[in-house]
């Protein structure tokens, strides 16, 4: 520092040599921020309802992450006492993983988060032994209880805490439906269907919409967030079969 610099350290040394903040340095105010600058720490969860759902997300892309985001999302709100429900189409399981899904013990352990599984065994398109007939009449019949679960949660009051144990068909605050964009990509399910299942949905309902390695173009417009969920690397390429606890 020159001797006509007037520029002012934001450190002093103290008489013991050490280094010490200069009176002038801003204390940062946090009592006005979401969590009062306090540390979270986990709460009993109680019905509550959420002050900003209703949008439409769409996550899509030939990356692993597309179902576990949806679920991540899923748990998070029910951890803030919103009710939530996931409808799984295409995965009916198959000779690749166990009979097992980790995913579906931890929601059974959660309060107010649910599923249903209404796939069909085996994938859509492969020589596994499944009948892709079969394949349709389920995603079909899976479609139409997403239209009935959208059409309950229009009958509810979604501003509103809901009970945590309730029928889903009476209304959930977040509905995922995961693997949907897959099936309308395979032909299962129409995709000007699935642009009017997201537009009759109540205001105040989230729709997660999973699925699909090809870019959901009739979602552009409809969908408040479209996720491209992109592969770089991936272990199947190499021959790694689905793992216990990352896969299912």
Do not use: C
């Not at 520029?7 to 002093?12: F, G, Q, R, Y």
């Not at 200069?22 to 969590?35: I, K, L, Q």
């Not at 009710?83 to 995913?103: C, I, P, T, Y």
């Amino acid at each position: 520092m020159t001797p006509n610099d007037d520029t002012t350290d934001e450190a002093s040394t103290d008489e013991n040599g050490e280094s010490s903040e200069n009176d002038a340095t801003p204390t940062a105010d946090r009592s006005r921020t979401p969590g009062g600058g306090e540390a979270p720490e986990p709460e009993p969860i109680e019905p509550a309802a959420p002050e900003e759902f209703g949008l439409v997300q769409a996550w899509w892309g030939d990356g692993k992450g597309k179902t576990t985001a949806a679920m991540g999302m899923g748990f998070r709100a029910a951890g803030h006492g919103y009710r939530v429900h996931m409808l799984q189409l295409m995965k009916g399981g198959a000779d690749s993983v166990e009979g097992v899904r980790g995913e579906y013990n931890a929601i059974a352990a959660v309060p107010g988060f649910s599923y249903e599984n209404a796939g069909h065994y085996g994938w859509h398109g492969l020589l596994d032994g499944s009948a892709d007939d079969e394949h349709e009449a389920k995603a079909a019949a899976a479609f139409e209880r997403a239209e009935e679960l959208v059409a309950g949660a229009a009958d509810a009051a979604l501003t509103e805490p809901l009970p945590l144990d309730g029928d889903p068909e009476d209304g959930v605050h977040m509905l995922i439906v995961d693997e949907l964009l897959y099936a309308a990509d395979r032909g299962l399910v129409a995709p000007d269907d699935v642009v009017a299942l997201a537009e009759s949905k109540p205001d105040d309902l989230e729709l997660v919409l999973t699925g699909s390695h090809a870019e959901p173009e009739y979602l552009d417009g409809v969908a408040d967030l479209i996720t491209n969920v992109r592969k770089v690397a991936h272990p199947f390429d190499d021959g790694q079969r689905a793992r216990r606890g990352t896969e299912y």
